[in-house]
Each structure stands twice: as structure tokens, then as C-alpha cells.
């Protein structure tokens, strides 16, 4: 079992993270969900407010000036409180349908989970999916290895992402406090800050996730020289968040824990 000072949970984002590599399912979804009012939206402006709840996702992308112009163009007017709560009802059912198709369990995520938890370490999870959208992607996850002690999802808590609140939660169900023995793994900006905000340690994911943006297969399919150039912009972007540290997938995290560890040994805290 964990000792006193050493980590004693890690909580896990969703999508992008343990499942779903290059957190492809809700993409298509919004742009399916634009454009059933007209409008045109691309898959890079999607991804952009990745990691918040949906509706506010929502609302981040129809504040863009081009989507907003766009609206209102073909609707005749500005983007109303009304017209996010359209496109969100479209959005919703059309993410259900599809969330199960896209739960794979990330490589290594399982073989780390165990060693995780053999450490002594509960294992927490946050998510921006609400949790209908989750009861079809849990069956498909604890089936390949990833089953975590509790899960906190979009409308659990008074807010989501980039407030602390979900994970909060998330630690409050699973007793463990201080925070700074705790650490968030994400691969969103907005995930990052969850666990800044909430004074846990944090570790970005950047190939398997939302700014890398592929599957497995044609994250293996680049060339090299595209492969790095990725994977740069998505480190650059997770420590700019404040990431304490970027790794490539869950599946190397062991040593970042240990890091974490020698550091709570020495005083430090996040």
C-alpha cells in the first residue's frame, strides 16, 4: 500500500486519454450538429475548446467570429442562449449513437492502471461527456481493462472544466486529500487547468490525444519528420497550459509517478 507523503490516487481523463485515441468521436458530431442549422464548421475549430462540457463547447465555438458571422448569416441573427441549446439538443443523441464505436481502450492504459493500483493508488476519472453518453462507453472500457474506482461526469458538480470541481469530487469520493497527492492526467488544455485549479500535479497526454488528433493507425502511419512536428505542437501547448509534465500516452507514465514521488519526498509541491 501507499506510504504517507507518496501519491495515493490518479485520476484519469476520458476520451483522448484511456480511450478513443486521437479523441476522435465528438468531432464529427459537431460538425454534423452545425450543419444541420447550415453552417460549416471545420474539425481544427472543433477541437478547440476540447476538454469542457459540451453545451459550453458549444458556446465557445459559436463565440468564434467566423462561426458567429456564419450563423448569422444563415439565420439572420447573432448567436442566442436559445440557438446553443438547439445545436446541443442535436448534438447529444448524435454522440450517444456513436460514443460506443469510439471506446476503445488505449494501448498500455491497462497494464499501467494495474501497476497503478498494485502501488496502492486509487484510480479516479472526469470526464466532459455527460453520464448517458458514458453508460454506453463504461461496458466497452471495463471489457478491455480499464475500470475506475468512480467517475465524475458533466453535471455532477455546480461547473465543469477548467474549474476544479469534477475533480474535487472525484477526490472527495475517493478520500484522499491533500490534493498534491493526487495527479490529473488530460490531454486538453482546459483538463490541465482542472488539475492546476484544483492544486493536484498534472500530466498532459499529447500523441494519444485531442491537439495530436489521430487513431492509432495513422498516428503510425506518419512520417517521421510529421510525426515530431505533431507531437511538438502538442507539448508545447500542454505545458503551456501549466502541465508539470507531457508524456505520450498514459503508457509512460510509471516514471513521471516516481518522479512525482521523489519530489513529495523532498518537500515539493505542485
Known amino acids: 500500500m501507499a506510504t504517507e507523503g507518496l501519491l495515493r490516487a490518479v485520476v484519469f481523463d476520458w476520451a483522448g486519454t484511456v480511450v478513443d485515441h486521437g479523441s476522435l468521436a465528438p468531432m464529427g458530431v459537431f460538425v454534423e450538429a452545425f450543419a444541420e442549422f447550415g453552417v460549416a464548421i471545420s474539425v481544427d475549430e472543433a477541437r478547440g475548446p476540447m476538454g469542457m462540457a459540451k453545451r459550453p463547447h458549444i458556446a465557445a465555438l459559436m463565440a468564434l467570429p467566423r462561426v458567429a458571422a456564419a450563423w448569422a448569416k444563415q439565420r439572420g441573427h447573432a448567436p442566442t442562449e436559445a440557438d446553443i ?120 497526454v499529447s500523441v494519444t490525444g485531442n491537439v495530436f488528433g489521430h487513431t492509432l493507425a495513422e498516428t503510425q502511419a506518419l512520417a517521421p519528420d510529421v510525426f515530431r512536428k505533431k507531437r511538438v505542437e502538442a507539448i508545447a501547448r500542454l505545458s503551456a497550459a501549466g502541465a508539470h509534465y507531457v508524456v505520450n500516452g498514459v503508457a509512460d507514465l510509471l516514471p513521471v509517478i516516481a518522479a512525482i514521488e521523489g519530489r513529495l519526498r523532498r518537500g515539493e509541491r505542485p
Open 85 to 204: 441549446d438547439a445545436v446541443y439538443a442535436v448534438f447529444v443523441p448524435k454522440n450517444r449513437a456513436v460514443a460506443a464505436r469510439f471506446s476503445d481502450v488505449i494501448p498500455g492504459v491497462a497494464d499501467v492502471v494495474a501497476a497503478l493500483r498494485a502501488r496502492g493508488l486509487k484510480i479516479g476519472s472526469t470526464t466532459g461527456y455527460t453520464s448517458d453518453i458514458m453508460a454506453e462507453i463504461l461496458p466497452v472500457a471495463a471489457g478491455q481493462g480499464f475500470s475506475p474506482d468512480c467517475l465524475v461526469c458533466t453535471g455532477d458538480t455546480p461547473d465543469g472544466r477548467p474549474t476544479p470541481f469534477m475533480l474535487w469530487k472525484a477526490l472527495t469520493e475517493l478520500g484522499v486529500y491533500p490534493p498534491w497527492l493526487s495527479v490529473k492526467v488530460d490531454d486538453t488544455e482546459v483538463g490541465i487547468a482542472e488539475g492546476i485549479n484544483a492544486g493536484a500535479w498534472t500530466v498532459g
